[in-house]
């Protein structure tokens, strides 16, 4: 339970000082297991579609897989309450499951010292100082923190329990903890990164309500209300783009690390630790390949709506740098590819109109029909103000119903013949034709397979 209501704790005489109940220095003096390199890529792809599939439950994963995988009898998340007085525990999972949502105090518990002190700690016997841990049960007599951080400052901990005196940690099970406090950094900015996107949901209704209850009133009050607004929802971007960006970093050093070891493993011991091994090693690679190729595109994603340089430049030149950045692809499925004589200028940013080209191509591609070489044929239409740019295709199509779906982030189709990609691209070429001005939508009416329609404004 968390003290006192996420209060204070009585913190008598009697309690011992921190360092009696210290004992970090005994990780280095402990014999150390093998590192698990193999173990550590399954637990953080595991995480990473997770993360995808179900980011609300991604703690209780977390924790879950520390004590199935790694054998700790008792493992938890601390986070800080709103009012900073408190750590609470929204996943705990082992033996001490049933105190799930209780807690610490922020100035007297071992969550708090960890925090105060940016490091790990090794805690025997913890209620010899913190009195009222003794009201949990079982008893503790090992306790191992690790912090995890946002912006470079510790903010929460995972936090691993041995109930019994004969099992000890050891420098592997540190270096574990530290790659997964890094997975739980990136879990913090994507949990916030949710938070700033609800308040600034909620401020657009408000602010909407209040433009239409004060649709008559354009006085200075409400202007500069509407500016101030404005301001704050920039600031919101902004940090939201700055988080997506930690967020990537953060899983990428690990995974970067582990799929390293990895292949220096298959290199090293390829055929020499049975079909079994070599089978595990060649899944973990794959493994550290999605997580890659994830956050890559979550990078490119974020990137959409920062400022760009736009020139006015042919339309073509984009599709065909595209095309050449395709040729691999293109040629290995014997892809045909029609587009038009000519084609219109456009103002825009060159790279970013290029990586559109290149996903609804790549997309029409990757979902051919079985057995066939993919078709696609580019048109353009004048549409008044706009220039259409329609791609067809005589693949799978989509239904109906995914046609303003396949344009969300992480969605991925299962009805579809590949559903192993990130469910990104899309998503992202969305975001950068609504960064021009522009739009893309997709239509299944009108012939088989799909087509999607590219609109960017018209410059004369």
């Known amino acids: 339970m968390i003290a006192d209501s996420y209060g204070n704790t009585n913190t008598s005489s009697s309690c011992l000082d921190l360092d009696a109940v210290l004992c970090t220095e005994e990780l280095d003096q402990a014999p150390s297991k093998e590192p698990q390199y193999k173990l550590e890529a399954e637990m953080l792809s595991d995480l990473a579609v997770h993360l995808a599939e179900q980011p609300e439950s991604i703690l209780q994963a977390l924790t879950d897989l520390i004590v199935e995988r790694l054998g700790f009898q008792s493992a938890g998340v601390s986070l800080p309450t709103p009012d900073q007085k408190a750590f609470y525990w929204p996943a705990v999972s082992g033996i001490w499951e049933p105190n ?55 903010v929460g901990t995972i936090w691993v329990l041995i109930h019994d005196e004969e099992t000890q940690f050891d420098k592997e099970d540190l270096r574990l903890l530290k790659s997964l406090s890094k997975f739980a950094s990136a879990v913090y900015a994507h949990q916030r990164t949710q938070e700033i996107a609800m308040h600034a949901e909620i401020e657009l209704s408000r602010l909407k309500s209040e433009l239409k209850t004060f649709s008559e009133n354009t006085g200075e009050d409400l202007e500069s209300r509407l500016e101030s607004v404005a ?74 709506t920062t400022p760009a340089e736009m020139t ?12 050449t950045e395709l040729d691999e692809v293109i040629k290995s499925t014997e892809a ?26 790549e997309n029409a591609i990757k979902y051919r029909r079985s057995g066939t070489k993919p078709s696609i044929e580019i048109s353009i239409r004048d549409d008044d103000d706009d220039w259409l740019f329609i791609v067809n295709d005589e693949g799978v199509g989509i239904d109906i119903m995914d046609t ?40 299944t009416s009108t012939r088989t397979g799909a087509e999607f329609v590219i609109r960017l404004p018209r410059v004369d």
């Not at 799930?100 to 940016?118: A, L, N, S, W």
């Not at 587009?339 to 609804?360: G, H, I, Q």
């Not at 975001?431 to 021009?436: D, P, S």
């Open 336 to 361: 045909v590819i029609r587009k038009p004589d000519t084609m219109p200028n456009v103002f825009s940013n060159n790279e970013r109109l290029t990586y559109v080209w290149k996903a609804v191509i």
């Open 231 to 304: 301001v704050d929802l920039l600031k919101s971007d902004e940090e939201l783009r700055s988080v997506s960006f930690l967020l990537t970093q953060q899983i990428q050093e690990p995974a970067k690390i582990v799929s390293s070891y990895l292949k220096l493993l298959a290199v090293r011991y390829k055929d020499r630790l049975g079909p079994d091994a070599d089978e595990f090693i060649d899944k973990c690679l794959a493994g550290c390949a999605s997580i890659t190729r994830m956050l890559d595109d979550l990078w490119h994603y974020t990137r959409a």
């Open 100 to 154: 799930r949502h209780g807690g610490t105090p922020r100035d007297f518990g071992p969550c708090g010292d960890v925090i105060d002190r940016k490091t790990h700690l090794l805690f025997k016997q913890p209620a010899r100082r913190y009195k009222y841990i003794n009201e949990m049960d079982p008893p503790i007599y090992w306790c191992l923190l690790v912090p995890f951080y946002h912006y470079d400052e510790p």
């Open 404 to 443: 303003k779906t396949i344009f969300k982030p992480f969605t991925r189709l299962n009805s579809r013949p590949d559903s192993t990609g990130s469910g990104m691209s899309l998503a992202t070429v969305r975001r950068i034709l609504e960064a021009h001005g522009g739009s893309i939508s997709a239509d």
């Open 312 to 323: 006015f430049i042919n339309s073509a030149t984009s599709l065909n740098e595209a095309l």
